[in-house]
């Protein structure tokens, strides 16, 4: 895979899910995320690896341990744009916007917590991710079960449609914020940024960034969005993906 840079990119921001984890909680290949631990080990004195971070719908424990696993040292966006968590010093906090809306994310849960036809993943602080009780209930139309729960009740939060459930996410909040919020702690524009991703709701992000990147598992219309499509899946894609910036940024710096 050639990538052609007008300037380096000095992060590498990863979605979890389908990316750095297979769907259907599938076992970790540890081989290939020790591999991107090590690059990621690299960029503290390397300047053509970017540095490794996440920008992922997971709540802040999940996030955290993926921290520890891989060393990354930058923030994390946590919880579709919920909020940043950092290692060292170890600290996570929620935007204001999210603060002030988490009441309204408790009337929804409660909502939920009525029906007998979907559950809600445990963990979540500022937003919801809904799965269906039963597995063979597809995603779209519990999108659309979803939609019409919230507007009969008045409750205003934002439909994102995941591979294997619905998140339901404070309106003015969503990965694209989150990306923007840690760009402005780190100091980089975004499009020294690349990202890879696999769901609807990774393209606001990844299109802000100066590369992106799809697995195979991820869904046609994000292959076509982003500016390559890598032919492998989920966490081989996102290591290929890592080396291939790595000798851009080298090839651009005369290095290669």
Request: net charge negative; hydrophobic share 45%.
């Amino acid at each position: 895979m050639r990538i052609d840079l007008d300037r380096p990119i000095r992060v590498f921001a990863c979605d979890i899910d389908g990316c750095l984890a297979a769907v259907d909680h599938a076992p970790y290949d540890l081989e290939r995320l020790h591999a991107i631990a090590e690059l990621n080990r690299a960029s503290a004195g390397d300047p053509t690896v970017p540095a490794l971070t996440f920008v992922t719908g997971r709540p802040h424990g999940y996030v955290d341990a993926f921290m520890q696993a891989l060393e990354v040292r930058l923030p994390a966006s946590f919880e579709n744009g919920a909020g940043l968590a950092v290692r060292q010093p170890y600290r996570a906090w929620l935007s204001p916007t999210v603060e002030r809306g988490r009441s309204l994310i408790a009337d929804v849960e409660r909502v939920l917590g009525e029906r007998g036809d979907v559950f809600v993943q445990l963990g979540k602080v500022a937003s919801l991710s809904v799965f269906p009780t039963d597995p063979a209930w597809p995603v779209p139309e519990l999108t659309e079960t979803l939609r019409g729960v919230l507007e009969g009740h008045g409750l205003p939060l934002d439909v994102d449609p995941s591979t294997g459930c619905v998140n339901l996410l404070l309106r003015g909040t969503d990965k694209a914020t989150g990306l923007l919020e840690l760009c402005a702690v780190v100091d980089v524009d975004a499009d020294e940024v690349a990202g890879i991703g696999d769901a609807v709701g990774d393209l606001p992000w990844l299109r802000r960034c100066g590369v992106s990147f799809a697995p195979t598992n991820a869904l046609a219309e994000v292959r076509a969005a982003v500016t390559h499509a890598v032919d492998l899946p989920d966490v081989a894609a996102t290591l290929a993906a890592y080396e291939a910036l790595v000798a851009a940024n080298r090839a651009h710096d005369g290095q290669g």
